[in-house]
């Protein structure tokens, strides 16, 4: 429906003498009665024409109206002026009938746009470290990095995942430690754990791990003498849990960079270089810093201390230097909230290497607060109490998981309820969308067994649906394209499970409250087209949120 609307206004436009057009802004009023799709070009235009919008608005719509009377048809049935000059649009039932029919025919090729051409993205998402399994806040950053991804792979873009494993510096040493002075305890060794060490269970898993293969061998070692063993072992076991969490969440990365390999590979120390001959690093008290006020962060930052060892904040210079060497056409970094004040410093980098800042969006993700029948869990990583993502998938399945954390914006406090999450009714949201989706399937399974050709629907006679509940639920349809445009183009694949919840909420009175299949085959066959247009709808966008579609529930 946008695309009509544009076409015609830019038309109108045109005819008007106007001879810059404007880009046209759309979209859906808060209410019915306000139309199908609503416009404020009459007010951007004001300044320009030097007229008021309200009358500008008057000489569109007459200019429309000719328009349409010389080509005799109108896509709009009706066309009013609201409030300063916005401009409200009703299109006709002929017209919605028309679309509807271009939906249930072509499917993804009707509600998808070609918005990328092709441009290559890289998206960073998760990037946990691996010292310890995922808790609930890495997996709402790994299901809104999966489903952002989904969305530009389906409007045209390149999109390539990847993970950076934290796999160097004090945290790791700090593990292998831990599980080191848990391998002495278990074997009857009175070993100190250390004071910041990492207390969970899984501390002691990774121990049994080592002594069901190793037995005592490292018995009453100093952890000098066999840190490599215990911090290598240590990771690649947790991070092999790491990877299994992802493939059972259903994500996929196709690359994994290693922070340790940035070193290894002389990469950190050829960036320091690079960022030295451009005179962005200097010496001072000891210590070498990155001039990073020259792009505007609010103090330079260190990257080698006093004491010779690199910062967090060295390797990410490379690692940034690595990605952006690479030639995407953008790059997307999604981290939890809490390192807000990080994004300053790595824009700095990327401005200092000669690129713009604007090459790199940071995408923020709040945590989590899991409550358990309104009450909260409580979660505590460094003791050793949190909430894995594993045991919340295990208890109410990767799925409801994965939607429930795409239900707000990711930079805005999320409740996940359990008790709700494993309810099958309308308070659970998945549920909700998933059922809509088999009971469509029930529908057509039924209107088969009696007999009833299902197929070319987009052939039936669409004008029988005429009652209001049908007429609302297709034009919610059709602006489906107009909530995945805006998705892309924010960054936001919520505004799909938004939608979807809508739709949803739309089929599910209107299944209860008329028969689909009936006696009447003509106007069963223009009703399954409806169902079979959600039906196509709710398919994709699941598939885009990375959730599946049941076919029976």
């Known amino acids: 429906m946008k695309k009509e609307l544009v076409k015609v206004i830019e038309d109108s436009l045109k005819a008007l003498g106007l001879e810059t057009i404007p880009s046209i802004e759309a979209e859906v009023p808060p209410n019915d009665s306000m139309g199908d799709l609503a416009t404020p070009v009459a007010m951007s235009i004001a300044a320009l024409l030097k007229k008021s919008p309200r009358k500008i608005a008057e000489e569109l ?6 328009l349409s009377a010389k080509a005799g048809k ?4 009706k066309i009013d002026i609201a409030g300063p000059g916005f401009i409200n649009f009703t299109f006709s039932k002929e017209y919605l009938y028309s679309e509807i029919k271009k939906l249930i025919e072509y499917k993804s ?5 070609d918005i990328g051409k092709g441009r ?9 470290n691996p010292t310890g399994p995922l808790h609930l806040g890495h997996g709402r950053g790994g299901a809104t990095g999966e489903a952002l991804s989904n969305l530009l792979n389906a409007a045209g873009y390149k999109v390539e995942r990847e993970y950076y494993i934290n796999d160097a510096g004090k945290q790791v040493k700090l593990l292998g430690l831990s599980v080191f002075a848990r391998y002495q305890q278990l074997l009857g060794i009175e070993y100190p754990f250390p004071e910041e060490g990492y207390k969970g269970g899984y501390i002691e898993d990774v121990a049994n791990e080592i002594i069901k293969e190793n037995g005592k061998k490292f018995l009453q070692r100093s952890f000098e003498a066999v840190s490599d063993f215990f911090i290598d072992y240590s990771y690649r076991m947790i991070l092999s ?3 299994k969490d992802l493939k059972d969440f259903g994500i996929n990365f196709d690359t994994w960079q290693s922070e340790e390999e940035l070193y290894k590979k002389g990469d950190v120390e050829e960036a320091i270089e690079d960022l030295k001959i451009k005179g962005f690093i200097y010496e001072k008290d000891g210590a070498t810093w990155f001039r990073s006020t020259a792009f505007g962060d609010d103090k330079d930052r260190v990257i080698i201390k006093q004491d010779g060892e690199y910062t967090y904040f060295t390797s990410d210079i490379a690692y940034h230097k690595k990605k952006i060497e690479k030639t995407y056409d953008e790059l997307i970094d999604i981290w939890g909230a809490d390192h807000h004040g990080y994004i300053p410093r790595v824009k700095a980098v990327i401005e200092a290497l000669g690129y713009p800042k604007e090459k790199l969006k940071v995408l923020l993700v709040q945590m989590v607060n899991l409550l358990r029948g309104g009450k909260p869990v409580q979660m505590s990583k460094r003791a050793g109490e949190f909430v ?3 045991e919340v998938m295990n208890e109410v399945g990767p799925d409801t998981t994965k939607f429930i954390f795409l239900t707000r914006r ?3 406090h999320l409740d996940f309820d359990l008790e709700v999450a494993k309810a099958q009714s309308s308070e659970n949201p998945v549920f909700y969308v998933q059922y809509a989706n088999a009971r469509i399937n029930s529908i057509f399974t039924h209107a088969k067994e009696k007999g009833i050709n299902t197929d070319r629907l987009y052939d039936a006679d669409l004008m029988l649906l005429s009652v209001y509940d049908e007429l609302r639920i297709i034009r919610k349809l059709l602006i489906y394209p107009m909530v995945f445009e805006g998705a892309v183009n924010t960054y936001e694949p919520h505004r799909i499970t938004f939608y979807l919840q809508e739709i949803s909420g739309m089929f599910h009175p209107y299944y209860n409250k008329f028969r689909v299949v009936s006696d009447d085959i003509e106007l069963t066959r223009a009703r399954l087209a409806l169902c079979g247009a959600i039906r196509i709808v709710l398919q994709d966008g699941l598939e885009i949120l990375g959730i599946s579609a049941p076919e029976k529930m």
């Open 241 to 243: 849990g790491i990877k």
């Open 410 to 412: 990711p930079d805005s």
């Open 388 to 390: 894995t993502l594993r």
């Open 109 to 113: 090729g009707f509600l998808r746009e």
């Open 120 to 128: 290559r993205v890289q998206i960073e998402f998760i990037s946990a």
């Open 74 to 77: 109108s896509a709009f049935e």
């Open 61 to 66: 719509i007459n200019s429309i109206k000719d």
